[in-house]
T-cell receptor
Framework: GEDVEQSLFLSVREGDSSVINCTYT??????LYWYKQEPGAGLQLLTY?????DMKQDQRLTVLLNKKDKHLSLRIADTQTGDSAIYFC????????????FGKGTKLSVKP | NAGVTQTPKFQVLKTGQSMTLQCAQD?????MYWYRQDPGMGLRLIYY???????DKGEVPNGYNVSRLNKREFSLRLESAAPSQTSVYFC??????????FGPGTRLTVT
């Protein structure tokens, strides 16, 4: 079945770049997403990439997609303590309902 | 424009009790979703509604029922709560096929 895998933890120093990686299985996914969840809050859509794109940049965020390897990454430049959160990768699960398949989330800790 | 709202924020139930989690969106979205989030499990889809009047099962529907009362509201009901249903429940909505907007969540504990 469809599956999305992410590493569970990442720790970086403030000012460094963070790279969060994700692999997925459904090659028919039209969109791939990155969501951010701060403690005690719901998920917030950060960015998404269409499956025919290789890269998307949005201010400090860069998304890279390797469709051949089914690998997605999120790079956060100049990471700040406010970036500490859980980051979820998600793929569109196909079908007409717009279902999303989520990874288990990567907890990013930013040390001052 | 409040986005997606959920009530209550917190709830404690005893095993066997029933309750309804409420969700409403003011973005005129067609699709609405209920997820549960458990530690180490990510988010799992319970039920979804592609449009007013339609509902379908997701990955983990057992023990739950839903109602899409109108375009704005999508409720989740636990008829007989079990400790295994202790979780954080998120409602989401979307206009386009895949960009989903989430509510703040309901933290439910079943003792």
């Amino acid at each position: 079945g469809e599956d999305v895998e992410q590493s569970l933890f990442l720790s970086v120093r403030e000012g460094d770049s963070s790279v969060i990686n994700c692999t997925y299985t459904d090659s028919s996914s039209t969109y791939l997403y990155w969501y951010k969840q701060e403690p005690g809050a719901g998920l917030q859509l950060l960015t998404y990439i269409f499956s025919n794109m290789d890269m998307k940049q949005d201010q400090r965020l860069t998304v890279l997609l390797n469709k051949k390897d089914k690998h997605l990454s999120l790079r956060i430049a100049d990471t700040q303590t406010g970036d500490s959160a859980i980051y979820f990768c998600a793929e569109s699960g196909g079908g007409s309902q717009g279902n999303l398949i989520f990874g288990k989330g990567t907890k990013l800790s930013v040390k001052p | 424009n409040a986005g997606v709202t959920q009530t209550p924020k917190f709830q404690v139930l005893k095993t066997g009790q029933s309750m309804t989690l409420q969700c409403a969106q003011d973005m005129n979205h067609n699709s609405m979703y209920w997820y549960r989030q458990d530690p180490g499990m990510g988010l799992r889809l319970i039920y979804y509604s592609a449009s007013e009047g339609t509902t379908d099962k997701g990955e983990v529907p057992n023990g739950y029922n839903v109602s899409r009362l109108n375009k704005r509201e999508f409720s989740l009901r636990l008829e007989s709560a079990a400790p295994s249903q202790t979780s954080v429940y998120f409602c989401a909505s979307s206009l386009s096929h895949y960009e989903q907007y989430f509510g703040p969540g309901t933290r439910l504990t079943v003792t």
